[in-house]
């Protein structure tokens, strides 16, 4: 039986070494090595032969079978490797100065984003540093710190997620202001921007917003300093144009105000003008003088010291920006809209 093994696989070496094509080379694998090939019959045999013989031919078998499928193996890859020579050979020139067929896609900053870059880069010219802080906070930086104590009415302005008291979702980047003054003594000159959160949902609010907030603190800062440096935000934003300043309140500041701007479709004439709703002035944000509790509870003297905060809601800028009615369209991944800001 060794000597028919051995002329076995001579037999197939020489047939599939020499096998002209992938079918002809699949029939020489069903033959030798299939359920009913030449090999897999005599392995069937083993069971008649005595159990002295049975080990060692079956270990003889097997060893035919192994190399007889790695010679089948080699021969597959040979054709394949032929059969792709011979697709290139025949194949058109390929000419790789011609343009593509198909354009990509050309990624662009978010409108928030190109915003809020913008509006950091304005602030860093006139020495403004860039401070960041936890979007998840604590009532007190939240709160407490900035004059607002439990049960004050100015909390309902700002409804925020409580994760679980006094854990909660900043509802504004003021906390960064809180935690920044702590660690440093004035003077102090910083833009806070990022994330924040308040339960509302319409075609002017979202749960989830940009915001960044300006503070400066020293000795001898007014109001006049605040005019200036919102007067040459704004013209940095959208050219120059008048502001307003109406008087508000915010716990943390006093006196406040809000912020408006002359109406960048109607240039303040308020005919007939929907995006003003024909006043002719534009809200932009809040603002006003640093509140003397405010800094008694991060350790300045407010006998000595002054300052004045600021903060604007980005998506409110990117509206007026760009013309954008809905601030909810920000947040829908609609490429029909977002492919506008494409450069």
């Not at 100015?154 to 920044?180: G, K």
């Not at 609010?205 to 800062?221: S, T």
């Not at 407010?302 to 954008?324: H, N, Q, T």
């Amino acid at each position: 039986m060794n000597e028919n093994l051995d002329h076995i696989l001579s037999e197939a070496k020489n047939h599939v070494s020499s096998a002209p094509t992938k079918e002809e080379l699949e029939r020489l694998r069903v033959h030798y090595v299939g359920k009913k090939g030449v090999i897999t019959s005599l392995l069937h045999q083993l069971k008649d032969l005595p159990a002295e013989k049975r080990k060692e031919m079956g270990a003889r078998l097997n060893d035919v079978k192994v190399n007889v499928e790695k010679v089948l193996k080699l021969r597959q890859s040979e054709l394949s490797r032929k059969d792709l020579e011979e697709q290139l050979a025949n194949a058109p020139a390929l000419d790789l100065t011609l343009p593509g067929q198909y354009s990509t896609s050309t990624g662009s900053l978010h409108p928030i984003t190109r915003v809020m870059e913008e509006f950091i880069q304005i602030m860093k010219r006139i020495g403004f540093s860039v401070a960041t802080g936890p979007e998840v906070e604590l009532d007190y930086y939240n709160f407490e710190a900035l004059n607002t104590p439990e049960h004050h009415p100015a909390r309902d302005m700002q409804d925020t997620f409580y994760i679980e008291p006094p854990i909660l979702l900043r509802s504004h980047t003021s906390p960064v202001q809180i935690r920044a003054m702590k660690n440093k003594k004035p003077p102090l000159q910083l833009i806070a921007p990022g994330k924040v959160y308040r339960a509302d949902y319409d075609m002017t609010h979202v749960p989830m917003f940009h915001q960044i907030e300006g503070l400066m603190v020293d000795e001898h800062i007014s109001f006049a300093d605040l005019k200036g440096v919102l007067h040459y935000l704004v013209k940095g934003l959208f050219g120059a144009r008048p502001l307003r300043f109406r008087p508000s309140y915010f716990p943390f500041t006093e006196p406040s105000a809000e912020v408006d701007m002359q109406c960048i479709s109607c240039r303040g004439s308020g005919r007939d003008c929907r995006v003003c709703k024909s006043t002719g002035w534009l809200e932009i944000g809040g603002c006003g003088m640093v509140h003397p509790n405010v800094f008694r509870h991060v350790g300045y003297d407010p006998d000595k010291v002054s300052g004045f905060a600021f903060g604007m809601g980005m998506e409110r800028i990117a509206m007026l920006k760009y013309g954008i009615d809905d601030i909810r369209s920000f947040f829908e991944n609609d490429l029909r809209m977002l492919e506008q800001f494409s450069c």
